[in-house]
T-cell receptor, first 116, second 115 residues
């Protein structure tokens, strides 16, 4: 009963490096999202997906790419890391809204990223 | 666009005292409302939610929240705080039924509990 799993938990990058933050869920949820958390700003939505093959931008999408080839996985890619991307990243999943399963998001434990 | 305001950045209460954390939202229709808690170095845990119906909702760990449409508020309360309640609390709003869940969060309130 893992829920939402994020890897790695910590990462340090140099400016210009690329990396992928992994997110996997085992609840068969259709919707998945990526948020970043910065001090004094709460969590802000980066990208989200309503199903395999479908993604869309959130509030702060610049500098990030996503794809959703399977229901379970929703990786977040940083193509050329910048110091402004130093943050804590959270992945979340939620079921398709219905009378029984409303808009409740389940969060992973987060990835703490530092870009030097 | 929806928005959430948590006016208190930091609150300190004594153990055993009552607690109220404020949350105001801006949204055209009745939103879905949530309170999440984040312990240091941890992810977010759902405390409680409001979708419709009874405006006083009960959550985990003895927390409750009251939805007041006239005041666009969804304040979180607890009658007696425990030292383990020290954490950061986030209020969030969602669009509502039939759409993909996209949360807008407040900036959070950090709760400190003194013994």
């Amino acid at each position: 009963n893992a829920g939402v799993t994020q890897t790695p938990k910590f990462q340090v990058l140099k400016t210009g490096q690329s990396m992928t933050l992994q997110c996997a869920q085992d609840m068969n949820h259709e919707y998945m999202s990526w948020y970043r958390q910065d001090p004094g700003m709460g969590l802000r939505l980066i990208h989200y997906s309503v199903g395999a093959g479908i993604t869309d931008q959130g509030e702060v999408p610049n500098g990030y790419n996503v794809s959703r080839s399977t229901t379970e996985d929703f990786p977040l890619r940083l193509l050329s890391a910048a110091p402004s991307q130093t943050s804590v990243y959270f992945c979340a999943s939620s079921p398709r809204p219905s009378a029984l399963a409303k808009n409740i998001q389940y969060f992973g434990a987060g990835t703490r990223l530092s870009v030097l | 666009a929806q928005s959430v305001t948590q006016p208190d950045i930091h609150i300190t209460v004594s153990e055993g005292a009552s607690l109220e954390l404020r949350c105001n939202y801006s949204y055209g229709a009745t939103p879905y409302l949530f309170w999440y808690v984040q312990s240091p170095g941890q992810g977010l845990q759902l405390l409680l939610k409001y979708f419709s119906g009874d405006t006083l909702v009960q959550g985990i760990k003895g927390f409750e929240a009251e939805f007041k449409r006239s005041q666009s508020s969804f304040n979180l309360r607890k009658p007696s705080v425990h030292w383990s309640d020290a954490a950061e609390y986030f209020c969030a709003v969602d669009r509502g039924s039939g759409t993909a869940s996209k949360l807008t969060f407040g900036t959070g309130t950090r709760l400190q509990v003194t013994l």
